[in-house]
Structure formats: C-alpha cells, structure tokens
T-cell receptor, first 112, second 115 residues
Framework: AQSVTQPDIHITVSEGASLELRCNYS??????LFWYVQSPGQGLQLLLK??????LVQGIKGFEAEFKRSQSSFNLRKPSVHWSDAAEYFC??????????FGAGTTVTVRA | DTGVSQDPRHKITKRGQNVTFRCDPI?????LYWYRQTLGQGPEFLTY????????KSRLLSDRFSAERPKGSFSTLEIQRTEQGDSAMYLC?????????????FGEGSWLTVV
C-alpha cells in the first residue's frame, strides 16, 4: 500500500528566507505526486503535481518541487517566503485507482 | 469553473442527531470523493463515486455513514446517530476520469462539531 511521510511537523522560517519541506513516499509503481496547501479552516489548494517527465516541477505561488526516484522523495521548495505562505502543507501520492494518500502535514510559520 | 462547493461550511450538532452534508463538484467531473480530516492529520479517504456508482468505501465509513450521488452530479454524506468521534472536517473533491482525472480538486470542507 502507498504511504507518505512528512518528517517535519512544524517549520518556522523568516520572511524572505528560503523554505524546503520534505516528503518521502512509498509506492510500488511510478508515483503520481502532489503538494497541497491548506490555510486554517479552509480546504486544500493544489500547489503542483508530478506525473512524469521533467523531475523539477513548477507550481503556483512561486513553489517548485523535485522528484527523486532514488530517494523516494518529492521535496517542496520556495526561494523566498512571504507572510502569506504561513499554512499547512500536505504531500500526497495517488494510487492506481485515483485515491490520494496524504502525509500528516507540515505547518509553516513565517516570522517577520 | 466555480470549483467544488460544500454546504454547510459549519455544523454543530448534539450527539445522537443526524447530519447531512452536500457537495457540488466541478461541472463535468464524473468522479467525486469524500475525505475526512481531523485536527493535526492529513485527509483520509472515505469513499468515491464514478458518476452515480459508489465504487469504493473505506473501512472508516461505518454503517452510520451513507453517501449518495443520485444523478451523478451532487452528492450527500449523511451521518446518523452522531458521536463525538465524528467531529472532523469533511472534504469533498472531484476529478475527471482518464488521464485528466489524475488531478483531484478539493472543496472548502464542512466542519462538524458534535457536542
């Protein structure tokens, strides 16, 4: 069965600093990977996705992620965070039957 | 494209009461999903529909839970005899079938508090 691990429960970063959120997955076949963001009390917004091809994918809001098959990782990065990036971030892997399995999430706090 | 719409956004109910949530998917999306999310956790899959057919149900979906999608458009999720452990956010999502179905779009969620 597929699973996702997000090792960091909480990350604090200064505004303007870079951000990297880790995601490791377990899946037997070629994974379809996603990053979603959730603001407090809100639903999930898709940031980016990886299906195939270029292993560095660009998303919305200046985020990017890199798929590394050898490390079973799909880490999310942003070069310079804004206060509005404070939220919870979820990595997910899609199974063959279109079902998503999510990690437990990483909460990002941005300090001025 | 108005996105996935859920109603109500918040519901407070007494233990033992029944509640129903409604989801309107993105138009022309034939797949519809329900997930549940508790505080500090990622969403967990509950069930999904392709058109009006319910194709998979998680073991999380006890017999007090029932979901329908009668005409292949909107869906309802009903919880009977609510318990405090049902307090969570219930997320609806939709997608197209085929390759485009790889992207699942979520609604804003319906918060349930059972007191």
């Amino acid at each position: 069965a597929q699973s996702v691990t997000q090792p960091d429960i909480h990350i604090t970063v200064s505004e303007g600093a870079s951000l990297e959120l880790r995601c490791n997955y377990s899946y037997g076949a070629t994974p379809y990977l996603f990053w979603y963001v959730q603001s407090p009390g809100q639903g999930l917004q898709l940031l980016l996705k990886y299906f195939s091809g270029d292993t560095l994918v660009q998303g919305i809001k200046g985020f990017e992620a890199e798929f590394k098959r050898s490390q079973s990782s799909f880490n999310l990065r942003k070069p310079s965070v804004h206060w509005s990036d404070a939220a919870e971030y979820f990595c997910a892997v899609r199974s063959n039957d279109y079902k998503l399995s999510f990690g437990a999430g990483t909460t990002v706090t941005v300090r001025a | 494209d108005t996105g996935v719409s859920q109603d109500p956004r918040h519901k407070i109910t007494k233990r033992g009461q029944n509640v129903t949530f409604r989801c309107d998917p993105i138009s022309e999306h034939n797949r519809l999903y329900w997930y549940r999310q508790t505080l500090g956790q990622g969403p967990e899959f509950l069930t999904y529909f392709q058109n009006e057919a319910q194709l998979e149900k998680s073991r999380l979906l006890s017999d007090r839970f029932s979901a329908e999608r009668p005409k292949g458009s909107f869906s309802t999720l009903e919880i009977q005899r609510t318990e405090q452990g049902d307090s969570a956010m219930y997320l609806c999502a939709s997608s197209l079938g085929g390759l485009e179905g790889n992207t699942i779009y979520f609604g804003e969620g319906s918060w349930l508090t059972v007191v």
